[in-house]
C-alpha cells in the first residue's frame, strides 16, 4: 500500500512519428542540440504512454491525465509561461496499477501548433506532453517534448520579392552601393549580392556583413533583445574607386529559423543583414535592412515522361538479356544431356 512513497514508477511518453520523416534538432542554452520528434500544424499528436511499476507493486494512484501543452516561455522568469494550447486526456481515474507494464494509447487530433518551436533570448516557444500521476502524497510529472515545424510553399519566396541596395555615405570621404539579389531567403539559401565603390576618400581597414537576430517584445520600455548569428567578412584591406566585391555566403550551417511576426501578441523574430565597415583608426560604420527567412517545403522531383520511357526501356534490355541467358543456360544443359544418353548408349553397343 506505502509502495508509492518509497519508489515511484518510470515512465515513457512516446510521440508516433510520420514515416520517413528525420527527428529535428534544436539548440538548447546549455549547447545541447536534442534530436526531437516534429510535428506540422494541424496534424494529430499520438502514441503510448508505458508506465513501469515493476519496483512499486500494487501502485495506488488518484488520477492519470496526459496534457498537450503549447506555451511562450520568458527566459528571465520562470513563473512567467503564456500557454497557447492547453489539451488533457484522462487516462486513468483513482485506482491501483496491479501489471508491471501499463501501456495507454493516446490521441489529440488536428491540434493546431501555429508558431515553430523556438529557443531565444528573451523568450522560448515549446510544444510537450505532461503525464501527472496523482498520489496521496504527492503528484508525479513527467514531460516529453517535441517540435514543430511549419514549412511553407516555395511560392512564397518571389512574394514581394524586391532585391536590397543600400547606400552608404560619409559626407565627401566614402560613398558606396550595397546590393542583395533578394529579400526573402530559405533557410538552406545561397545570399548573391556586390559591393560597389563609388567614392574611397577614407583608409578602410575592412568591411564584414553580419545576419542579425533581433526578439521584439510586445511591452513596453522595452529595448528589443538582438544576436549576431555570423559575419561573413568580405574586404581585408583598403578598397578603390569603382571596385566591385561580389558576395556569395550560405545560410545552411548557421542557427537560423524563420521569421516570426506577432508571435501570439507577445514577441516578434526579425532578421537583418548589417554592414560593418572599420577604418584603420578603429572607427565603425554600420547600416542594416530588413530580410525574411522562410523554411520552405520539400519538393519531391517528378520524373519526365521522357525520363520513364528510359527507365522502362532499360528494363525491358534487362529482362531480355535475362531471359537470353536462361534460353543459353537450357540449350547448353539439353546438349549436355544428349552427350550423357549418347556415351551410355555406346556402353551398351560394347
Same mark, same amino acid.
Given at each position: ?16 512519428? =510520420? ?6 534538432k ?10 526531437l520528434? #516534429? ?8 502514441g503510448? =504512454?508505458?508506465i513501469?511499476?515493476?519496483q ?40 491501483i ?10 490521441k ?14 528573451s *523568450?522560448?516557444?515549446?510544444? #510537450? ?8 502524497? *504527492?503528484?508525479?510529472?513527467?514531460e ?7 514549412p ?10 524586391q532585391?536590397?541596395?543600400?547606400? =552608404?555615405?560619409?559626407?565627401d ?7 542583395l ?5 530559405g533557410?538552406k ?18 568591411m ?32 578603390i ?5 561580389p ?28 554592414? =560593418?565597415l572599420?577604418?584603420?583608426?578603429g ?9 525574411f ?35 543459353i543456360?537450357?540449350?547448353?544443359n ?8 549418347n ?8
Amino acid at each position: 500500500m506505502f509502495s508509492g512513497l518509497f519508489s515511484k514508477p518510470t515512465v515513457d511518453i512516446i510521440i508516433d512519428e =510520420v514515416e520517413g520523416r528525420k527527428k529535428g534538432k534544436i539548440l538548447n542554452p546549455n549547447g545541447e542540440i536534442p534530436r526531437l520528434p #516534429y510535428l506540422q500544424d494541424q496534424e494529430n499528436v499520438s502514441g503510448k =504512454v508505458i508506465i513501469n511499476c515493476s519496483q512499486s507493486k500494487n501502485f495506488e494512484h488518484k488520477g492519470i491525465k496526459l496534457e498537450l501543452l503549447g506555451c511562450i516561455e520568458n527566459i528571465s522568469d520562470s513563473k512567467d509561461i503564456l500557454k497557447f494550447i492547453s489539451l488533457t486526456s484522462e487516462l486513468e481515474s483513482i485506482g491501483i496499477l496491479n501489471n508491471d507494464v501499463n501501456t495507454y494509447p493516446f490521441k489529440f487530433t488536428n491540434v493546431q501548433k501555429q508558431y515553430e518551436s523556438f529557443r531565444g533570448e528573451s *523568450r522560448n516557444i515549446k510544444y #510537450y506532453l505532461r503525464l501527472t500521476i496523482e498520489t496521496k502524497f *504527492r503528484s508525479l510529472v513527467y514531460e516529453q517534448e517535441f517540435l514543430v515545424r511549419n514549412p511553407e510553399p516555395i511560392s512564397i519566396l518571389s512574394e514581394n520579392n524586391q532585391p536590397i541596395k543600400l547606400e =552608404v555615405g560619409i559626407e565627401d570621404w566614402l560613398h558606396l552601393v550595397f546590393d542583395l539579389d533578394s529579400r526573402n531567403f530559405g533557410l538552406k539559401d545561397i545570399a548573391l549580392g556586390r559591393v560597389t565603390f563609388k567614392k574611397v576618400s577614407i583608409r578602410l581597414k575592412s568591411m564584414e556583413v553580419q545576419i542579425i537576430r533581433k526578439e521584439v517584445v510586445n511591452v513596453a520600455n522595452v529595448a528589443p533583445i538582438q544576436k549576431v548569428l555570423t559575419r561573413f567578412e568580405i574586404m581585408d584591406g583598403g578598397p578603390i574607386k569603382n571596385e566591385t566585391i561580389p558576395i556569395r555566403f550560405f545560410l545552411k550551417p548557421y542557427d537560423l529559423t524563420p521569421t516570426l511576426t506577432n508571435i501570439n501578441n507577445r514577441f516578434s523574430i526579425q532578421y537583418f543583414i548589417n554592414i =560593418v565597415l572599420t577604418d584603420v583608426e578603429g572607427r565603425k560604420y554600420f547600416k542594416q535592412h530588413e530580410i525574411f527567412f522562410h523554411r520552405i517545403q520539400k519538393v519531391k522531383k517528378k520524373r519526365s515522361e521522357s525520363e520513364d520511357n528510359g527507365i522502362s526501356e532499360i528494363r525491358n534490355e534487362i529482362k531480355n538479356e535475362n531471359e537470353n541467358k536462361n534460353v543459353i543456360s537450357n540449350e547448353s544443359n539439353n546438349g549436355n544431356t544428349n552427350n550423357e544418353n549418347n556415351n551410355e548408349e555406346e556402353k551398351l553397343d560394347e
